[in-house]
């Protein structure tokens, strides 16, 4: 049940994490805070790829013997992603939004 709990909030969090770059880059926007280039293919890219780990690790986990937990586990990664987000991007930790004017 641990393997559970830990893989599915893995898969959480990863597909926490590329939501908001795929939406911005499929908004045309490039400014998300990472260590990326600034360009909205880069985002959809990213954002593309982190969901798609988040999904295969979901589809590893044996969720129906421990579904509660599973998708318990995978809203806290959702959530805990989701509160780091609000808390860097905030602070704009490489300094992107002063280069562009922001």
Known sequence: MLETIALCFFAGFMAGNGLPYFVSGSLGE??????????????????????????IVWSLVDVPKHELA?????L???LVVGLIHARVWQNDPWGK????GR
């Open 76 to 78: 806290a990664g959702i």
């Open 97 to 100: 939004n002063k280069q562009n």
């Open 70 to 74: 599973a998708w318990l586990a995978a």
């Open 30 to 55: 490039g400014t998300n805070p990472s260590s990326f280039p600034d360009d909205p293919i880069v985002n959809v890219l990213f954002g593309c790829a982190a969901m798609a780990v988040g999904g």
